[in-house]
T-cell receptor, first 116, second 111 residues
Framework: NAGVTQTPKFQVLKTGQSMTLQCAQD?????MSWYRQDPGMGLRLIHYSVGAGITDQGEVPNGYNVSRSTTEDFPLRLLSAAPSQTSVYFC???????????????FGEGSRLTVL | QKEVEQDPGPLSVPEGAIVSLNCTYS??????FMWYRQYSRKGPELLMY????GNKEDGRFTAQVDKSSKYISLFIRDSQPSDSATYLC???????????FGSGTRLQVQP
């Protein structure tokens, strides 16, 4: 029972470098999303996807790109890393049963990113 | 002003105490209310889920929603050291999958 798997768990980048955070889920969930978690700010939505080929912006999308070529995978790309992107990133998928779903977001373990 | 406000704590209680955690919100469109528990260096996990107003009980946990006051609560009875974690409230409106989270309350239950 893998659930939502994120890699890497830790990463240190220099300002201006690019990288991709990987997210995969094996629950056949249509909805997937990326959040960042910062002290005192809670979890804020970066991007989300309601199915393969469909993505949309969340609350804090600037500096990040996403794509969804398969149901299972939803990578998050940092184009040119900045110190303000130092955070813990969580990928989450949503279980839908019927029209509105159960409300349960399944989260990965998180990816801790430091940008120097 | 944030859409969802939550006291960050930390909240320290002795084992066996009743714990009350709260969130207020400003968006009257929110219909689905959740509480997530997050242990240190782990992802959040769903604890309680409530639709619209009312109470829901699950073991030692009770969730309450008062939509007229835009106020939700989580009560933990007979608290245990294993309840020590950060508790995040979350909510969403009908038709949306994205959740709006509170900033989380850190709870420490002392043995």
């Amino acid at each position: 029972n893998a659930g939502v798997t994120q890699t890497p768990k830790f990463q240190v980048l220099k300002t201006g470098q690019s990288m991709t955070l990987q997210c995969a889920q094996d629950m056949n969930h249509e909805y997937m999303s990326w959040y960042r978690q910062d002290p005192g700010m809670g979890l804020r939505l970066i991007h989300y996807s309601v199915g393969a080929g469909i993505t949309d912006q969340g609350e804090v999308p600037n500096g990040y790109n996403v794509s969804r070529s398969t149901t299972e995978d939803f990578p998050l790309r940092l184009l040119s890393a900045a110190p303000s992107q130092t955070s813990v990133y969580f990928c989450a998928s949503f279980a839908t049963m019927g029209g509105e779903g159960t409300g349960e977001l399944f989260f990965g373990e998180g990816s801790r990113l430091t940008v120097l | 002003q944030k859409e969802v406000e939550q006291d960050p704590g930390p909240l320290s209680v002795p084992e066996g105490a009743i714990v009350s955690l709260n969130c207020t919100y400003s968006n009257s469109a929110f219909q689905y209310f959740m509480w997530y528990r997050q242990y240190s260096r782990k992802g959040p996990e769903l604890l309680m889920y409530t639709y619209s107003s009312g109470n829901k009980e699950d073991g030692r946990f009770t969730a309450q929603v008062d939509k007229s006051s835009k106020y939700i609560s989580l009560f933990i009875r007979d608290s245990q050291p294993s309840d020590s974690a950060t508790y995040l409230c979350a909510m969403r409106s009908t038709g949306r999958r994205a959740l709006t989270f509170g900033s989380g309350t850190r709870l420490q239950v002392q043995p």
